[in-house]
């Protein structure tokens, strides 16, 4: 070992540590995060463990970040009595949890399954490797979750990956490399609670700057459908193995009583747009509940789930979310209801 | 429990202040070795019974072999170490392997065999644990070593929790000892160790897993061709992300046995500086190297029984180390091409025996091995001889066609980062970090520390695994 003056080092070290930290979060509270829960492969795991461990029999909303941001748990229980577990995943078709429940035979709650069409019908899964993630987290993974959740994550605004160090330094002005196609980075957009509840971040509804830059990501990918998908032809196949998958796992479901109700939530302007062009309801969310025998709830078919602020077209502004599950609450509840009186 | 993770960092300053209370040294070595058990539980807890199956066996088998007068019984017993513990390593390591292989030939054959699945768990840390008892039951065999007094320091030896799962791999004479003897850690030693624990998480979390792995997969893992630019800089990239994964936890380890008041060897030395592939091995992972040189290289006759043998137990020596890194023949691809270098170089320097390079000579030796090591990586990093290949077509500019895969950032950031890998290693050629350590103003470390400590903080690392930790 090097014979150094270690103490007075490591002092030095400590007093600049400490005021880089202070610096950089000060930076990004200005910016304006505040802190908030990570939505970590431990936080699903977490919310989808609670299924086994309380025996759990109300509501389980999958879906994709539009379940996730427009639906909010504390209003939903407020009307109903009971919280609803959310395992909505953003950029994940929730068809591969839908079979997970069929799956386990001691789940008897009821499903409500988001619908965005970009992602239910051709099957994309960005986050789909959570599943197998909670079959095989660890000891060390859960306690690394909560130590996180319960040290770092209520405290710290700047402990978001839209604000980790390589992210920051991708986001910097670099030039365009000719010939190679990319795609505006998905900014961060929500704030999340213990439980996964999410609600818009407020920047995106007062920043107008910000806002333009989430629409623009959105708009450059939606501006042409996937290669794979660009053709009826194409798309067809692709969204009716997608249909069959979900006949199979609300079959299962319903031999063993469980409710299930598809839930087509609203998007608006250029998004709507594009989706209804690439992706047409008759050729997809008709033949959907046509094939399952499931009711769906389209917020086209329902006055009261429109005409509400989507700041960047696909989510529901903070506080719309809340009038909105009010108004919803009461639709899945009667479909529930229906069901299980066939 | 991985380095890298908020649950280590609980557990660590748990330990430190445990073996930090004035209790009998026996006692901490118990609270160690109850540690070491708990650390690697907490991946998969069943695992830990194949701990105890090799402590065990290896403690009764030199126990017996001790006792045995006649050789054949000495034998005898080194030899069921061996086999319990390869035999481990081949049923959980290696066994879809040998069946995908034997079915491989059995089609070949005109036999129809279809494998049963084999969806067998690799054990973490197995092949290095495995090592280092079976490091232990041949260096008594040999007579290089005494067997431990105490099942305790032994036990401990095998089990210690920096070096479990993915080395520095241990001999008995460097750690039994230190257990025998009570011994005291500094304040100094401790902060030296923080250091050093900082070091290796940068490595890790900031270079390898902030900006490193990213390019190396999106090219490696990518179904489109690479074009030149892209398939060096993926390339570039693993070399740089292996580097700082893998001697990223041998500082780290380091570092929390010297907190603990433990020395380690050093696993890496500035290994891009190298001038020839055994100067490489001299430098990476080296005691793996120094592992196979005492336990495979020389039984299998070194250098004293002629050329045509020294080339074959070097060839067989890399093959097997090859093998030893992953069940897949693309690892042995690596390890061949490793032998194959090491015997060329070998041929040429007897056949320019008095040659002395000068220091241009000397660089752009460095620099051909620097290259020819990016060439051993492709093998190493590629998910099939298919994508090594279509690597290899666009290094050397076979894909002209190729579209981009990589933004500007990856090439710039991969570019600065590996050059000043690389830079820092031919700084540090013929020197150890220490003795850079005990030159530079104290000032200059503590800004050093402090930086490499916020860039962890900041670069919100996921605690991902370390590579090696498959091996």
Known sequence: ?342 | MVFNSLTFIAFFLIVLALHSLPLSWRFKKFNLLFASYLFYAAWNPPFVILLWISTIVDWYAVQMLVKSEKPAARRAWMVLSVIVNLGMLAYFKYGGFLLENFAVLMDGAGIAYTPPDWNIVLPVGISFYTFATLSYTLDVYLRRAQPARSFLDYALFVTFFPHLVAGPIMRPTELVPQFAQARSTSGDQIRFGLALMTLGLFQKIVLADGFLAQPAETVFDAAAMPGALDAWIGTLAFSGQIFCDFAGYSTTAIGAAMCLGFAMPDNFRFPYAAVGFSDFWRRWHITLSSWLRDYLYIPLGGNRLGVARTYFALMTTMLLGGLWHGANWTFVVWGGLHGIYLAVERALRDRYRGYRPGPLALFLLGLLTYTLINITWVFFRAPSFSRAAEMLTGMFGGNNAAMPLLPMVDLVMVSLIVAAIVSTHWLMRDRTLESAVARIPGWCLAIAWGLMAFAIVIAQGAGSAFIYFQF
């Not at chain 1, 909505?88 to 079979?99: D, I, K, V």
Request: net charge negative; aromatic share 10%; no cysteine.
């Open chain 1, 1 to 342: 070992m090097p014979v150094r003056p270690w103490g007075p080092i490591l002092l030095g070290a400590a007093v600049l540590f400490v005021f880089l930290l202070v610096l950089w979060e000060s930076h990004w509270r200005a910016f304006g995060a505040v802190p908030g829960y990570r939505n970590s492969d431990g936080a699903w795991a977490e919310q989808r463990r609670r299924l086994d461990a309380e025996a759990h029999d109300g509501t389980v909303l999958l879906g994709s970040s539009r379940v996730l941001f427009d639906v909010q748990l504390d209003v939903w229980e407020g009307i109903s009595g009971t919280a609803p577990i959310q395992l909505a995943l953003e950029g994940t078709s929730p068809l591969a949890f839908l079979e997970d429940l069929a799956a386990d035979p001691d789940f008897h709650g009821d499903v409500l399954v988001g619908v965005t069409p970009g992602l239910f019908f051709s099957g994309r899964e960005i986050r789909g490797d959570v599943l197998a993630y909670t079959r095989d987290q660890g000891p060390s993974q859960r306690s690394g979750h909560w130590l996180s959740k319960t040290f770092i994550e209520p405290h710290l605004a700047f402990n978001d990956p839209d604000f980790a160090l390589d992210v920051v330094v991708s986001r910097l002005a670099w030039p365009e490399r000719s010939g190679l196609r990319t795609f505006p980075p998905v900014r961060k957009l929500s704030i999340q609670g213990p439980a996964r509840n999410t609600r818009m971040w407020h920047k995106l509804e007062v920043d107008a700057d910000y806002r333009a830059l989430v629409q623009a990501g959105w708009m450059s990918r939606l501006a042409q459908p996937p290669p794979h998908m660009n053709t009826p032809e194409k798309a067809q196949p692709i969204i009716d193995a997608q249909i069959a998958r979900a006949v199979a796992a609300v079959a299962t479901l319903r031999a063993r009583g469980v409710p299930v109700v598809f839930l087509r939530a609203p998007s608006i302007g250029p998004l709507y747009a594009a989706e209804e062009r690439d992706l047409p309801r008759a050729r997809t969310w008709d033949l959907l509940l046509q094939r399952t025998g499931a009711p769906g709830i389209h917020f086209m078919d329902h006055s009261e789930l429109q005409g509400f602020a989507q700041p960047e077209w696909s989510h529901l502004a903070a506080d719309e979310a809340d009038r909105f599950t009010a108004a919803l609450q009461p639709i899945v509840a009667r479909s529930f209801e229906q069901l299980r009186d066939r």
